[in-house]
């Protein structure tokens, strides 16, 4: 089929399904370029009046623009905050070719017809425009669209888009990206709540990303059009992306966060097991939950109060008359070690004369969203007829932020932005209406359709800058349900309505995969499902495999049964607090993870792939994945009973908390589904820092801190990272923390350990450690640390682990085991 010619395959395909064939939709092209202008980071080809720039952005990473009149839109980019070009980058023009060469990477502009290609140093091609169909663009009667179509290589898979539903690898589907409030979606339901225009190709081990920085609706068709090609493109905006070379795709990924930006460190408290429902009311439910949670000793660190706290549901107000003591409630819930997490809705009650401040203070801003006719945009929500802050406007953010003034004068912690896609009721397409004028800080204006995608960003961005500006001390949290490109600066966020249902249990892991890979690492979902009564067991799943979730945070609708930990009998309670019981243990481990992801922008749940890229049977794997660099997670997913088959990554693996260990092989190992909690497995090579159980993370730990180390075999290494700071503050960024790299050697004669403080400007909880080693086969002779004889350990000859206590560990040591 390959040789026929696009024309005569647009035919076939248009008479096979019956859709007007792409070449038939007025789809323009380049042609052959006529004019070359070199410039020092990239080059401008052109033809006639259309012209297409080609800059190197960074190291690997290149940015195409498509002006088809020649005028590069000026709308500034909502998503990118860093795109500079690199100190060197080498522009060659040959007869057919113009090549930019940017670190390890090299864009080919090919000049008859004008096609792009990207490859490596060595000549491979990573990504190359469709033969059959180059970039185009078209102001046919569907309207002005831009697309490019790629070539698509058999073994190709592609990894992103945010949280959409269905297999992680979105090879043979074709997406819309135009954020709706998808209440009861499902496993083919599309589009969804947010609109992350990046993704991930990984064929054979190597990777690249694509970044196409367009919000208008867009769409992704990863070869269900056809085989041949994979394509991208957009209802309006312009043609313009980004190229990100790996080769590992952990490598992509940390390109993409260096150009839409990385999530701030959160508070350690958004990282605790967090309890909501739709909703705690009156004020008297919330008291008894919180009771609840510490007397079941169900560790917590929130609660989320829903929209009925809100009088007529009319945002940043208080129904006094169910929580008559608000204020009260907050501090009280805060000295039993809970925040408060408020939601705050972006639709303004429509509320004239009725002294309601929003709405006053906005109207005298001139802060609301306007029809082109310049009345109010009024569209009905949960107060009523509502106005919606008209966000891409600086000044308008800065007046949302102080709508926060109140809340957190009152204590509250965290902020929840829900139906920011924006969801207006009992209107076509349940949103704001495509002709509301949107105006921009340079003078200009937008219609809706141009910014939608982008809106329910702009809503977190403003409530994240507000808050710093009210707390410039404090980290803030804020909760997000819409999201573009680059919301990860700004705010969590969780997939939105998902059900009580093992399919959407087994959805919550690609999906969360997904946002991380897209970005998105500070994601979760509502655990037990928001729509239906969960079933025990499946109840029980659920909270096992959140645990495991960066944001682990129950919810539930309004009419459902209780989703609390307690509310299906001891047996069910008790596998649910040791589920979040481990999530505590191993706190120091996860905020280790989520301060190198506010690095490195390396996410919190990985696919194995993203570690191990060669590691094809991870490929298609949407159950299993890494938490952290060091803990593999095998969830159960499922209510059968039939063995759970578990392949393990490559390498070696234990058993969580034991010295029984596992290689990595072809079969899959088998297991009995009932195991009392998930399937979990640590790095042979691994040092997991841990604590003892708390209540909360503002509680101080009892004991030592604790070092897991697995052991590899005679000659392996093993490695480890401890940070640590206040937890809260934005101290951090002037040095007051701790880092500790942890480090062992494994030979015939015996092992060593050490302790490497990289920097010490923080006193942690803890003093003491207590080093467990697994993997020991035999006693050891003599143990020294830093050549004095260690008083305080012990051998477990049975579960071969060593058991080494040491006081004021809080520093430099070398521990060496004679074996
Ligand atoms: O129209 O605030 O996804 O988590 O509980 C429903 C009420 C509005 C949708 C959110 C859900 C939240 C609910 N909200």
Same mark, same amino acid.
């Given at each position: ?45 052109? $033809? ?61 502009? =090919? ?64 997406? /819309? ?40 609706? $867009? ?8 085989? !041949? ?23 992509? @990924?940390? =390109? ?85 997490? @408020? ?74 932005? !829900? ?19 949107? =105006? ?34 404090? =980290?803030?949290?804020?909760? /997000? ?63 096992? @495999? ?51 992801? $506010? ?125 640590? !700071? ?7 960024? /002037? ?58 350990? $012990? ?23 004679? @074996?």
């Amino acid at each position: 089929m390959k040789g026929r010619g696009w024309a005569a395959l647009a035919a076939m395909a248009c008479a096979m399904t019956g859709i007007a064939p792409v070449a038939a939709q007025g789809w323009r092209h380049v042609g052959a370029v006529e004019r070359v202008e070199p410039r020092a980071d990239g080059v401008i080809v052109a $033809s006639g009046p259309a012209q297409l720039r080609v800059t190197a952005v960074g190291e690997g990473v290149f940015r195409v623009t498509l002006a088809p009149d020649g005028r590069f839109d000026p709308l500034p980019s909502w998503a990118v905050v860093a795109a500079a070009a690199p100190a060197s980058v080498a522009v060659a023009d040959t007869a057919d070719a113009v090549t930019v060469t940017a670190g390890d990477a090299v864009a080919i502009v =090919r000049k008859r017809p004008l096609r792009v290609e990207f490859a490596d140093r060595a000549g491979h091609v990573l990504l190359s425009d469709s033969q059959q169909m180059p970039m185009a663009w078209s102001d046919s009667p569907h309207g002005p669209r831009v697309r490019s179509w790629k070539t698509m290589p058999a073994d190709e898979h592609y990894y992103g888009l945010g949280d959409k539903a269905g297999p992680l690898d979105r090879r043979g589907r074709a997406f /819309t990206l135009w954020n709706s409030d998808a209440y009861g979606w499902q496993g083919s339901s599309d589009p969804l709540y947010k609109s992350i225009p990046f993704f991930i190709g990984l064929r054979a081990g190597t990777a690249y990303g694509v970044f196409f920085d367009n919000t208008a609706r $867009s769409s992704f068709d990863f070869g269900k059009e056809s085989e !041949d090609y994979f394509s991208f493109g957009a209802e309006g905006g312009a043609l313009d992306y980004y190229f990100i070379a790996g080769p590992q795709p952990a490598r992509v @990924l940390q =390109r993409y966060t260096a150009l839409t930006g990385r999530t701030p460190l959160p508070p350690m408290w958004a990282l605790g097991f967090q309890q909501s429902r739709y909703s705690y009311n009156p004020e008297s439910k919330v008291r008894e939950v919180a009771a609840q949670l510490r007397e079941h000793r169900i560790p917590a660190d929130a609660i989320y109060l829903d929209i009925d706290y809100q009088q007529g549901y009319a945002p940043f107000t208080v129904d006094r008359k169910q929580f008559p003591h608000f204020e009260q409630m907050i501090a009280d819930l805060r000295a039993q070690g809970l925040r408060t997490v @408020l939601i705050t809705d972006l639709h303004i009650k429509h509320a004239p004369g009725t002294g309601y401040a929003p709405f006053d203070s906005g109207l005298a801003a001139d802060a609301f969203i306007r029809n082109p006719d310049g009345s109010l945009y009024i569209g009905p929500v949960w107060p009523g007829d509502a106005v919606f802050p008209d966000f891409t406007l600086s000044r308008v953010r800065d007046w949302w932020g102080g709508l926060y003034r109140d809340f957190t004068a009152m204590g509250a912690a965290g902020y929840w932005n !829900d139906m920011n896609e924006p969801s207006v009721f009992n209107v076509p397409g349940n949103t704001m209406s495509p002709d509301a004028v949107h =105006r921009l800080d340079d003078g200009s204006q937008r219609d809706h359709r141009a910014i939608h995608n982008v809106y329910g960003m702009l809503n977190a961005r403003a409530t994240y800058e507000g808050l710093l500006k009210l707390q410039p001390e404090q =980290r803030p949290f804020v909760l /997000t349900r819409a999201a573009y490109a680059g919301t990860q600066r700004y705010a969590a966020t969780w997939t939105g309505d998902n059900s009580a249902t093992w399919h959407h249990l087994a959805q919550s892991t690609p999906n969360l995969l997904s946002l991380g890979l897209s970005g998105m690492a500070l994601a979760g979902d509502d655990v037990g499902g928001f729509i239906g009564s969960p079933p025990p067991d499946l109840l029980t799943r659920w909270y096992q @495999l959140g645990a495991f979730n960066p944001v682990f945070r129950n919810h539930a609708a309004t009419d459902t049964r209780p989703h609390e930990a307690w509310v299906d009998g001891p047996q069910h309670e008790a596998l649910r607090r040791e589920a979040i019981e481990l999530r505590y243990r191993l706190m120091p481990y996860l905020y280790t993870v989520a301060e190198e992801n $506010s690095r490195s922008g390396l996410p919190i749940m990985r696919p194995v792939f993203l570690q191990y890229p060669q590691a094809e049977a991870f490929y298609g794997n949407d159950r299993d994945f890494l938490f952290g660099p060091d803990l593999f997670v095998a969830p159960v997913c499922d209510g059968r009973l039939d063995a759970q088959q578990i392949v393990l990554p490559p390498g070696e693996w234990f058993e969580f908390g034991t010295s029984r260990r596992q290689v990595a092989q072809k079969d899959p190992i088998r297991l009995d589904p009932r195991p009392s909690g998930v399937p979990l497995y640590a790095r042979a090579g691994a040092i997991v820092p841990m604590q003892a159980v708390v209540q909360h993370t503002g509680e101080k730990p009892a004991g030592p801190l604790q070092l897991q180390v697995y052991l590899p075999k005679a000659g392996g290494e093993c490695s480890g990272s401890l940070y640590q !700071d206040d937890g809260e503050s934005q101290a951090y960024k /002037t040095g007051k923390l701790l880092r500790v790299a942890y480090g062992c050697e494994v030979s015939k004669r015996g092992v060593v350990l050490t302790s490497r403080i990289e920097q010490d400007g923080f006193a942690p909880w803890w003093g003491d450690v207590e080093v467990t080693v697994y993997g020991v086969a035999r006693k050891p002779s003599a143990l020294r640390r830093d050549g004095q004889s260690i008083a305080d350990w $012990s051998y477990d000859p049975q579960m071969q682990l060593v058991v080494i206590r040491m006081e004021q560990a809080r520093r430099g040591w070398k521990v060496v085991l004679n @074996l």
